[in-house]
């Protein structure tokens, strides 16, 4: 990669950035600027028990601003960040999840133990992320299937 490694930490931070504006803008019920952190033509997966593939920053929009009214709150909450620099325009990253998801009415809270698996692509300046696979390690009160984050069999 042609980045020096000051302009790398920068770079990083800006990365990590986007990922903590999704959060925040889920939490808040803000599609719009969900949305902003995609790009375009962008893929998401949350999983084979979440639907077909999202592909597109306004079909994103829509299917969060649909879907997130089914939460009364939620709360997520993200560590654990890596990034590894593909180019100086291109960058995956595996991100550590827990979100909490409160339902309306007597349904009990949710749990999800989860990482958010990245492609990040540079366009215009600033960094977005182009492909989200979900991928799940643990989970309370959600009774799909989710795609396992590959933990090594004996």
Known sequence: ???????????RQAIVDVIHS???????VN?????ECFTDDC???????MGAVTRGKENVRERLGLGLHRFAA????????????????SAHTVTYLYAWHRFHGEQPDAHLWAQY???????GGRWLI????????????????????GR???
């Open 130 to 149: 182009a492909e989200r696979v979900l991928k799940v390690a643990g989970q309370e009160a959600f009774d799909i299937p989710w795609y396992p984050i």
């Open 1 to 11: 990669m042609s980045l020096d490694p000051v302009q790398q930490l920068v770079e």
């Open 22 to 28: 999704y959060c925040r803008n889920v939490d808040l």
């Open 152 to 154: 090594q069999e004996k």
């Open 74 to 89: 939620t709360s997520h909450h993200v560590s654990n960040i890596e990034v590894v620099f593909d180019s100086a325009e």
């Open 43 to 49: 893929s998401v997966d949350y999983g084979p028990g």
């Open 31 to 35: 599609a719009a600027e969900v949305a």
């Open 117 to 123: 698996h990245d492609r990040f692509v540079r366009e």
